[in-house]
């Protein structure tokens, strides 16, 4: 059985840096793709990043986050990390991983579908 666990969210002041992880079990940890999508307020859900860990693929970033978050993971405790700095107020959405079994194509590989979704995390940023 696959699960994502998405944890970390929470309230911060512009400027300041949060770690989300995604806790995963079963055998989704050495899926080749992982992304971060976020959905603010009344917005429709959009992607923010996202990593092919094979490494034939440059890691995608949304424009508004380039330079800012990044992607980790730790193997011994399968879990991934999504660090955020400089925190913006429009940064504040709900954020949620997900992973994909196959990358199918090189155009577009970041985009839907992706095949198991963590539940999210409520990111709030204060200005």
């Known amino acids: 059985q696959v699960h994502l666990v998405d944890s970390g969210g929470g309230l911060v002041q512009a400027g300041g840096s949060l770690r989300l992880s995604c806790k995963a079990s079963?055998?989704?940890?050495?899926?080749?793709?992982v992304a971060w999508f976020r959905q603010p307020p009344g917005k429709e859900r959009e992607i923010v990043i996202a990593?092919?860990?094979?490494?034939?693929?440059?890691?995608y970033y949304a424009d508004s986050v380039e330079d800012r978050f990044s992607i980790s993971r730790d193997s011994a405790k399968n879990t991934w990390y999504l660090e955020m700095h400089n925190l913006k107020p429009e940064d504040t959405a709900v954020y949620s991983c997900?992973?994909?079994?196959?990358?199918?194509?090189?155009?577009?590989?970041?985009?839907?579908?992706?095949?198991?979704w963590g539940q999210g995390t409520q990111v709030t940023v204060s200005s």
């Open positions: 079963g055998r989704t940890f050495n899926s080749p793709a």
């Open positions: 990593i092919d860990w094979s490494g034939r693929r440059s890691t």
């Open positions: 997900a992973t994909k079994f196959q990358i199918t194509s090189d155009e577009d590989w970041y985009q839907p579908p992706y095949d198991y």
